[in-house]
């Protein structure tokens, strides 16, 4: 009988020390899971640069300005843009072939393939901080990638980042087929990571994406630099 009491009470205190162990996990007793914007918050990418190149392709097939704008206008616009489809999982010859039955001008495959390549450029490496900032936050959350990005971006990205050592979680717009800032994708990643949004963090550098986060109740940072996310975080009693 004695013998049996002992045993409980190592399981007990075995169960007890695990449950220590997930609250010192859990840095500030609230927060278990910290999603990150990929491009400008972990991967630096030069986003105007890259659609300037995209902007010279278009210009040598005779499309208009204000139609080229139409197809790959900044966050900043409301109105539909062909490349949020893009981003949103269509493939690299319909989005080509759309823009050419759009503005009647027809667009080979090579064409399509010669654009992005260009912009694959302007992917630069991770900050250094900012990847040691990423690597101490994982060892007391979960962390996930929840990122506006078509397939050959995300296609590139997984060949030469480390964002699979990184992070336990990868969402990204063209495989789930939605895209910040519509709030079914929040929902979507909260599920996966079966949390509540009270529970989560989320860092991005557009204000609009970490403004619909906040209206689920998610802790939002609106992301300007490495080393101001650092005291943000500090402020929220997440030690990096």
Do not use: W
């Not at 007890?16 to 990929?38: Q, R």
């Not at 962390?143 to 699979?164: D, M, W």
């Not at 895209?179 to 557009?206: C, G, Q, S, V, W």
């Amino acid at each position: 009988m004695k013998r049996r009491r002992k045993g409980i009470e190592e399981k007990l205190a075995a169960i007890e020390e695990s449950n220590n162990h997930a609250n010192e996990k859990n840095g500030n007793g609230s927060i278990k899971a910290i999603m990150f914007d990929l491009g400008n918050v972990v991967v630096p990418y030069r986003i105007n640069e890259a659609m300037r190149t995209f902007y010279r392709v278009f210009r040598l097939k005779k499309i208009k300005k204000d139609d080229m704008k139409d197809i790959l206008a900044s966050e900043k616009s409301e109105r539909l843009r062909l490349m949020r489809e893009y981003e949103k999982g269509m493939e690299r010859k319909d989005f080509f072939k759309e823009i050419g039955k759009r503005y009647r001008v027809p667009f080979s495959q090579r064409i399509g393939k010669m654009a992005e390549r260009a912009t694959y450029t302007f992917f630069k490496p991770i900050d250094a901080e900012m990847e040691s900032m990423i690597r101490h936050l994982r060892k007391d959350y979960s962390l996930a990638v929840l990122s506006n990005i078509i397939k050959p971006h995300r296609e590139y990205v997984l060949k030469r980042y480390p964002v699979q050592e990184l992070f336990d979680y990868l969402f990204f717009s063209c495989d789930i087929g939605m895209r910040k800032p519509d709030t079914k994708i929040y929902n979507f990643a909260l599920e996966k990571m079966n949390i509540k949004p009270n529970e989560a963090l989320f860092i991005d550098d557009y204000r609009k994406n970490v403004d619909a986060a906040g209206s689920l109740g998610i802790n939002s940072i609106h992301f300007t630099s490495a080393a101001e996310l650092k005291e943000r975080l500090n402020n929220l009693n997440i030690p990096v």
